[in-house]
């Protein structure tokens, strides 16, 4: 976090300990212009000290435009939960971002469903989305997507590329950490898949750069 720049916007898609870290959160909180938090999750930002001036809390369908850029909340298949009795008291979200140049969709933690056609409705279409594609298991399909269902989510999305995400941090399930990426390798896509190395700073304008199989030599 100390080699990171002055971070204008910071998107935080909900409040689970995997998303929401507060150790993080003290040491980003002073470089950070913005926080874009889903409805709720702005009381725990303020009680970890950071200026109500500084946070801006969505509900879906929400829209707010800063510095020219557009920023609208959309739904995901998750839920919310950071101790034993406030489960789903606050809400957890999907996120639009419109340029002068790009319409990006950044897909939060989110099963598989309906929800994407309706946000397709909406936008049309979209330059990029980054989806969650790992930390799946059968047991809980309804809030975390397979690779597969990261492709399909895509397509219907009408996505020039498609960046997966929520793969090599937090273990929270028992497959392989690369697993995601060697299957998402493994089909044949009509949408290019973007897998840029962890950490990468990524030049939009020429995305297809970042297409190496990285992981390939990480034992």
Request: glycine share 6%.
């Amino acid at each position: 976090i100390k080699d990171l720049p002055e971070i204008d916007f910071c998107l935080i898609s909900h409040n689970h300990y995997d998303h929401l870290d507060y150790p993080s959160i003290k040491k980003l909180k002073d470089k950070v212009h913005h926080f874009i938090v889903p409805l709720g999750v702005e009381k725990t930002l303020e009680s970890w000290h950071i200026s109500k001036s500084k946070i801006i809390n969505m509900a879906w369908g929400e829209e707010v435009k800063i510095e020219g850029i557009t920023f609208g909340a959309q739904p995901s298949r998750h839920f919310s939960q950071r101790s034993l009795f406030d489960r789903n008291e606050t809400l957890w979200c999907s996120y639009v971002i419109e340029t002068s140049s790009h319409r990006i969709f950044i897909g939060g933690d989110s099963g598989f469903g309906h929800h994407f056609e309706e946000i397709q409705k909406r936008y049309h279409s979209f330059d990029i989305v980054f989806l969650e594609c790992a930390q799946y298991d059968g047991r809980w399909m309804n809030i975390h997507m397979f690779p597969e269902d990261a492709l399909k989510a895509a397509k219907i999305l009408n996505a020039r590329y498609l960046v997966p995400m929520h793969f090599g941090a937090y273990s929270l399930s028992v497959h392989p950490w690369d697993d995601p990426l060697v299957r998402l390798n493994a089909k044949k896509s009509r949408i290019p898949v973007i897998m840029p190395l962890i950490g990468t700073t990524v030049d939009i304008k020429d995305i297809l750069a970042y297409q190496e199989h990285w992981w390939e030599d990480i034992e």
